[in-house]
């Protein structure tokens, strides 16, 4: 079994920042990929950020430039610093982990950001 436990979110000013954390445990395998997901409320869940074992990085395109993805292989940790912070990056932030072989999808139990004046 795998375990996320996420860190980090809460109210933040517009053109504020904030860093989420993610640290995974269990039995996680050699080869995975991890991420970032944003679900806010009435829409569907969304892709954020992934990065790969290797340090290889997707963001969505409404991201770019503000977020930034980075993972600890050794603490098995992945992070998500957000600058420059709308009021539509409001949504609940889920990390997630997936073995590359089994194509398990692992989730955490999900962080609230909010961004308001």
């Known amino acids: 079994q795998v375990q996320l436990v996420e860190s980090g979110g809460g109210l933040v000013q517009p053109g504020g920042s904030l860093r989420l954390s993610c640290a995974a445990s269990g039995s996680i395998g050699r080869l995975y990929l991890m991420g970032w997901y944003r679900q806010a409320p009435g829409n569907q869940r969304e892709l954020v950020a992934t990065i790969t074992g290797g340090g290889t990085t997707n963001y969505a395109d409404s991201v770019k430039g503000r977020f930034t993805i980075s993972r600890d292989n050794a603490k098995i940790t992945v992070y998500l610093q957000m600058n420059s912070l709308k009021p539509e990056d409001t949504a609940v932030y889920y990390c997630?982990?997936?073995?590359?072989?089994?194509?398990?999808?692992?989730w955490g139990q999900g962080t609230q950001v909010t961004v308001s004046s």
């Open positions: 997630n982990l997936r073995n590359v072989i089994s194509r398990n999808d692992y």
